[in-house]
Nanobody, 125 residues
Framework: QVRLIESGGGLVQAGGSLRLSCAAS????????MGWFRQAPGKEREFVQA????????WYADPVKGRFTISRDNAKNTVYLQMNSLKPEDTAVYYC??????????????????WGQGTQVTVSS
């Protein structure tokens, strides 16, 4: 079983930046597609961004295009989400996830086998 632990969340003002980290243990993540999802109170979990095993391909949701950047360091068994120009609507619990069964796209949460516990991101106006 792959265990994932997110960190780096917090409270920031609109326009600010945060970098989230997802540290994996139990298994190496070099053979996994990795994704970030978020869930606001009363809302369904939604896709944010994903990255292929070697980092050569990324998938992204339109609301974060040009503002968020996913990256991975397989040597450190860690995935990152750099979040810039944050908006109040970005407020949510952010989760990282891992899967080996992506097809052409990796944006469906149903595809992901392993999930972290989440980290809270709050953006004030």
């Amino acid at each position: 079983q792959v265990r994932l632990i997110e960190s780096g969340g917090g409270l920031v003002q609109a326009g600010g930046s945060l970098r989230l980290s997802c540290a994996a243990s139990g298994r190496t993540i070099n053979s996994y597609f990795m994704g970030w999802f978020r869930q606001a109170p009363g809302k369904e979990r939604e896709f944010v961004q994903a990255i292929s095993q070697s980092g050569g391909t990324t998938w992204y949701a339109d609301p974060v295009k040009g503002r968020f950047t996913i990256s991975r360091d397989n040597a450190k068994n860690t995935v990152y989400l750099q979040m810039n120009s944050l908006k109040p609507e970005d407020t949510a619990v952010y989760y990282c996830a891992a899967t080996q069964k992506c097809s052409r796209a990796c944006y469906s949460p149903v595809l992901y086998e392993y999930w972290g516990q989440g980290t809270q991101v709050t953006v004030s106006s």
